[in-house]
């Protein structure tokens, strides 16, 4: 069974800086693109960055120059360097994967989510 296991949300300043990590676990066969979305209270699930397997990096223009998404192919991980939080960012962050469990069999997998709150 694949899981993604999210880690590193909490409480920051404005102006601070998080890192969130997302590791993949389970029975597969290679990793696609990874990638974090994010949820604020009544409004829709959100693009932050996604990164495909070779590392080239895609940013929503709301967090460009302020967040840095990357990966260890070797750990199955994705990160997520989020600098100069603004209150705007408070929401919960998931990290999602297209994941092969076999060569022709693939699927998009969600993490439970983790809470960023951006607050003086």
């Known amino acids: 069974q694949v899981q993604l296991v999210e880690s590193g949300g909490g409480l920051v300043q404005p102006g601070g800086s998080l890192r969130l990590s997302c590791a993949v676990s389970?029975?597969?066969?290679?990793?696609?693109?990874m990638g974090w979305y994010r949820q604020a209270p009544g409004k829709q699930r959100e693009l932050v960055a996604v990164?495909?397997?070779?590392?080239?990096?895609t940013y929503a223009d709301s967090v460009k120059d302020r967040f840095t998404i990357s990966r260890d192919n070797a750990k199955n991980t994705v990160f997520l360097q989020m600098n100069s939080l603004k209150p705007e960012d408070t929401a919960v962050y998931y990290c999602n994967a297209a994941i092969a469990i076999r060569p022709v069999e693939s699927y998009s997998y969600w993490g439970q989510g983790t809470q960023v709150t951006v607050s003086s």
């Open positions: 990164i495909s397997t070779g590392g080239t990096p």
């Open positions: 389970g029975s597969i066969f290679s990793i696609r693109a």
